[in-house]
């Protein structure tokens, strides 16, 4: 069974840089993962950041950017801020149209 | 403007079956696939399987095969998420989301759907 992990917590002080990974517990993570972000706070539907490794959404402020670090997927967010506390989820697309999300990282921010 | 508006709560017993919505606007809705997305009270997000209109091909997580089933009405851009007998352990919301499938990655989300089953 395809695993896809990810930090189950992570803080940054505002205004710094953190970066958030994604991998598998069954080998490395390319591009043909087309990995990708979304971050939900609580009673929200999620939001999406990133999609096909590095393209950010409509709307999403170029603090966000992806990238592939080693053998995973890597978010990064820099000058961060109060409000992006949340939580963040990667997506790996698996293959055969399967994708899988990580459990989800809770970012804080103090 | 793309939109996903899904149909609202529902509260239902154990063995009721169940059919909820998610209706596409502002695109083509054949020409894209739509995804569903689990997440039970307190947890992570779990992505279930997928649907692409235009041919209704359907992809499940092994972890959802034969427990729900996705379809969709290509004539009024709708998508659906069915369960023929429901369990107390199937109470969550439930996302639906546009996806690109080249690339593979999700968009445009709805607003979700919270489905109780208790007696």
């Excluded at chain 1, 189950?8 to 517990?25: A, D, K, Q, W």
């Excluded at chain 1, 939001?47 to 053998?71: E, H, Q």
């Excluded at chain 2, 509260?11 to 596409?24: A, D, M, Q, T, Y």
């Excluded at chain 2, 007998?85 to 639906?96: F, G, N, P």
């Amino acid at each position: 069974q395809t695993v896809v992990t990810q930090e189950p917590s992570f803080s940054v002080s505002p205004g710094g840089t953190v970066t958030l990974t994604c991998g598998l517990n069954s080998g490395s993570v390319s591009t043909s993962s087309y990995p990708s972000w979304y971050r939900q706070t609580p009673g929200q539907a999620p939001r999406t950041l990133i999609y096909n490794t590095n393209t950010r959404s409509s709307g999403v402020p170029d603090r966000f950017s992806g990238s592939i670090l080693g053998n995973k997927a890597a978010l990064t967010i820099t000058g961060a801020q109060a409000d992006d506390e949340s939580d963040y989820y990667c997506v790996l697309h698996v293959g055969g149209g399967i994708s899988v999300f990580g459990g989800g990282t809770k970012l804080t921010v103090l | 403007e793309v939109q996903l508006v899904q149909s609202g709560a529902e509260v239902k017993k154990p063995g009721e079956s169940l059919k909820i919505s998610c209706k596409g606007s502002g695109y083509r809705f054949t020409t894209y696939w739509i995804g569903w997305v689990r997440q039970m009270p307190g947890k992570g997000l779990e992505w279930m399987g997928i649907i692409y209109p235009g041919d209704s091909d359907t992809r499940y997580s092994p972890s959802f095969h034969g427990l729900v089933t996705i379809s969709a009405d290509k004539s009024i851009s709708t998508a659906y998420l069915q369960w023929s007998s429901l369990k107390a352990s199937d109470s969550a919301m439930y996302y639906c989301a546009r996806d690109y499938g080249d690339p593979w990655g999700l968009d445009y989300w709805g607003q979700g759907t919270l489905v109780t089953v208790s007696s």
